[in-house]
């Protein structure tokens, strides 16, 4: 899967994830894919100040990203 293709793996799943943020007043955006294998990404709205958000990261958003994209190791939430 070259960068590209990558890119638009990683924005389907984040597609994917977004309803279910937005239903709480939050969103997600793609920061940056380091390497092909480290994605970035930025909660947004009330997704910022959640207690909850830890746990959307690993096992929301994380495990759709790997679901699109199984080469990505890492996800992280830039502030």
Do not use: W
């Amino acid at each position: 899967m070259n960068t590209e293709e990558l890119t638009l793996s990683i924005e389907k799943a984040l597609n994917e994830i977004r309803p279910f943020l937005n239903s709480d007043g939050g969103d997600i955006s793609l920061v940056s894919i380091e390497d092909d294998k480290h994605v970035k990404v930025r909660l947004q709205g009330a997704c910022t100040s959640c207690s909850l958000s830890m746990s959307t990261m690993k096992a929301g958003v994380e495990t759709t990203i790997k679901k699109y994209a199984p080469q990505i190791e890492t996800v992280q939430n830039i502030a």
